[in-house]
């Protein structure tokens, strides 16, 4: 089985800070993991997504995710966080071994940038 | 442009009355998906499809149909509909390639109300 959690509903940062919005999953295999945003009024939009590789992965808006296998996490970062980019951020996972090739999302967190 | 369409955007409707809200996409995807987004619940699927006439149920799928007649094309159906029914409701299609769906592109979102 495989599940994502996303331990804050929101989080609040000033514009200018580094932001966090944190992302831990479980499954049996190896994870393919995926973060998606959702701005007001809109679908949710493809960020970035973690195959293999590299535990550091660019994506969109200078977005980055960092992977962490003995955590089990893949928390999104950003060095300096804008008000445009408060949204609702969706982190998602599947496992690559099989058994469920549909990927299972997180309820979301809420990220509010401060001016 | 790739994309994915729903209509209508925006729906009020009365308990009982048979529905449907309509799912484009135009990049030859296989797999495509339903969702309804709640507060507090975040993303949960109703029913997927992983190409022409072969689909299933996703978390939440009572009171809900869906057909796959063509691979572009995968619409929701409630036949009666109930005010629990009243949320957003997101589709989604993604490739679906060696048994793993991959990045999904998500429509506009339906606001759907059930008085």
């Known amino acids: 089985a495989q599940s994502v959690a996303q331990p804050e509903d929101q989080v609040n940062v000033a514009e200018g800070n580094p932001l966090t919005v944190k992302c831990t999953y479980s499954v049996s295999g190896n994870p393919y993991l995926f973060w998606y945003v959702q701005y007001p009024n809109r679908g949710l939009q493809f960020l970035l997504k973690?195959?293999?590789?590299?535990?550091l992965v660019k994506g969109s808006y200078g977005f980055e995710a960092e992977f962490n296998k003995s955590q089990t996490s893949f928390h999104l970062k950003k060095p300096s966080a804008l008000v445009s980019d408060s949204a609702l951020y969706f982190c998602?996972?599947?496992?690559?071994?099989?058994?469920?090739?549909?990927?299972?999302f997180g309820r979301g967190t809420s990220l509010i940038v401060h001016p | 442009e790739a994309q994915v369409t729903q209509n209508p955007r925006y729906l009020i409707t009365v308990t009982g009355k048979k529905l449907t809200v309509t799912c484009s996409q135009n990049?030859?995807?296989?797999?495509m998906s339903w969702y309804r987004q709640d507060p507090g619940l975040g993303l949960r699927q109703i029913y997927y499809s992983m190409n022409v006439e072969v689909t299933d149920k996703g978390d939440v799928p009572e009171g809900y149909k869906v057909s796959r007649k063509e691979k572009r094309n995968f619409p929701l159906i409630l036949e009666s509909p109930s005010p629990n029914q009243t949320s957003l409701y997101f589709c989604?299609?993604?490739?679906?390639?060696?048994?793993?769906?991959?990045?999904?592109?998500f429509g506009p979102g339906t606001r759907l109300t059930v008085l």
């Open positions: 973690y195959i293999t590789g590299d535990n």
């Open positions: 989604a299609s993604s490739l679906f390639r060696q048994g793993h769906t991959d990045t999904q592109y």
């Open positions: 990049m030859n995807h296989e797999y």
């Open positions: 998602a996972v599947r496992d690559k071994s099989g058994g469920s090739y549909i990927p299972t």
